[in-house]
């Protein structure tokens, strides 16, 4: 089969290809930016372009584009065995070896997996346990789920409902509100001028007891939370904040759900990071993205040994733990998921993310220099830069401004590849990054933001 040219590449998807989060007011006349290639820290369009990759992929391509070492163990792994059933008392060894190792490099007890085939439907898994645990308790009532105002759980049906960013929502049917409730999110941007990091943490705190005591605690199972708040901006908490509303949740009987599909598999310098560096034990940990390095889709959802114990008792005489995807386990994705670990270890890949990481959030303060920059926040190989109409005020820039989205073409013009989210620029390169190549992705935004007028 013949390689279709760029032009006939775009027509067929701008005809055909219903894309996540479509802009339908400019995607009929623009259509898709078609890349073509991909390596290391670069991808290459159709028009010859190549580009600085500043958002891995979207959060997940950690050790860099075309690695050969994928393309030979997956190839590999398609000649052993590409696929067999999961389903009942059968297995494969990949994901068998991967769900050892996930046992031994978790925090604490999270010794059990249930694989998925990326994050959402992670995230639908945790919620769906979450409620067999308690009913298999007897606890029948206790099915209300807390998640957090701009949080990102995905995009599946429960998982855009846990979802907290309003604009995701537009037009678009609700479910799961009898069930699944919000708090405000750990946003230091927002935090009131007269009020200290100590006394905002206890107010979020505080929000959250109260929401469980508006609820009733007997109807509470669990809160699902982001160490970072990915999606919805970069969010940091304040010190202190995930560590207490786990305090809260062990008074109530409640369970703690990590959702770190983003923050999992060295994007802070850490395999895990919710123990880590948030000093949080979940009771449920949610991973994707990182596990591959995006090579092939994967999701993990881990869950602690005192679930495990409940809910691995027959439920009934001749009853079945009947939950479970054709492609539980995929031996390809888990082989996949193997080699990227040992790349990420034999490379120090986590080390180079923490190292690097410092220095990359340290260079971006630079652009707090400029007039239309609000916040430049982050954390590790995450950061996001906020634009704004008045510094003083945090008033927004205009909707039809589309500054992020010009900043994006401009930077793409500049040879960098960044995300637009609104009036958020937010980035998230490979953790093969150089500082050298961090610069230059400061520099690219520096020079888009004074090139398109705001300054």
């Not at 982001?226 to 369970?255: F, N, Q, S």
């Not at 809910?311 to 995807?325: A, D, K, T, W």
């Amino acid at each position: 089969m013949n390689k279709p040219d760029a032009n006939s590449a775009w027509a067929k998807d701008r005809a055909h290809v219903l894309h996540p989060y479509t802009d339908f007011t400019s995607f009929h006349d623009e259509g898709s930016q078609v890349i073509d290639g991909a390596s290391g820290m670069h991808v290459t369009d159709t028009d010859g372009r190549k580009l600085l990759d500043g958002i891995a992929g979207l959060w997940c391509v950690n050790i860099g584009h075309g690695r050969q070492e994928m393309a030979e163990a997956i190839s590999a792994q398609v000649m052993q065995m590409q696929y067999y059933n999961p389903f009942g008392h059968s297995t494969n060894v990949p994901a068998a070896e991967l769900g050892f190792w996930l046992a031994q490099n978790a925090p604490g007890d999270l010794n059990h997996v249930y694989y998925t085939c990326g994050g959402s439907t992670a995230n639908d898994a945790a919620i769906r346990l979450v409620h067999y645990y308690n009913s298999m308790r007897g606890l029948h009532r206790k099915k209300k789920i807390i998640s957090r105002n701009c949080a990102y759980h995905g995009a599946t049906y429960v998982a855009a409902e846990l979802t907290g960013i309003l604009a995701t929502k537009n037009s678009f049917d609700r479910v799961g509100q009898d069930f699944i409730h919000h708090v405000s999110a750990a946003n230091m941007y927002a935090m009131p001028d007269d009020m200290t990091e100590a006394a905002y943490c206890d107010h979020l705190v505080q929000e959250f007891q109260d929401r469980i005591d508006q609820l009733g605690q007997d109807n509470d199972p669990a809160i699902i939370a982001e160490p970072i708040m990915v999606a919805g901006g970069v969010l940091i908490a304040p010190v202190g904040y995930h560590r207490r509303m786990r305090e809260v949740c062990k008074t109530h009987d409640i369970l703690y759900v990590a959702d770190e599909v983003v923050t999992a598999f060295g994007r802070l310098g850490e395999w895990f990071t919710s123990e880590s560096v948030f000093d949080c034990q979940p009771d449920i940990l949610v991973s994707a993205k990182g596990i591959t390095s995006g090579y092939i889709p994967l999701g993990a959802t881990l869950i602690s040994d005192e679930i495990y114990e409940v809910i691995s008792r027959p439920q009934c005489e001749g009853g079945v733990f009947s939950m479970g995807l054709t492609y539980f386990g995929h031996p390809v994705a888990c082989a996949a998921a193997l080699k990227n670990i040992e790349i990420m270890e034999r490379e120090s890949l986590l080390q180079n993310a923490a190292t690097v990481g410092g220095f990359f959030q340290s260079d971006a303060q630079r652009l707090r220099n400029l007039p239309c920059v609000g916040d430049v926040r982050g954390k590790g190989l995450m950061l996001a830069v906020d634009l704004v109409a008045d510094k003083a005020t945090k008033a927004p820039l205009p909707v039809s401004a589309k500054a992020g989205e010009r900043v994006f073409k401009k930077c793409v013009e500049n040879g960098v590849i960044v995300r637009p989210v609104g009036d958020r620029i937010v980035l998230s390169p490979p953790i093969i990054v150089s500082t050298d190549q961090c610069s230059v992705i400061v520099d690219a935004i520096e020079d888009a933001i004074r090139s398109t007028g705001f300054v």
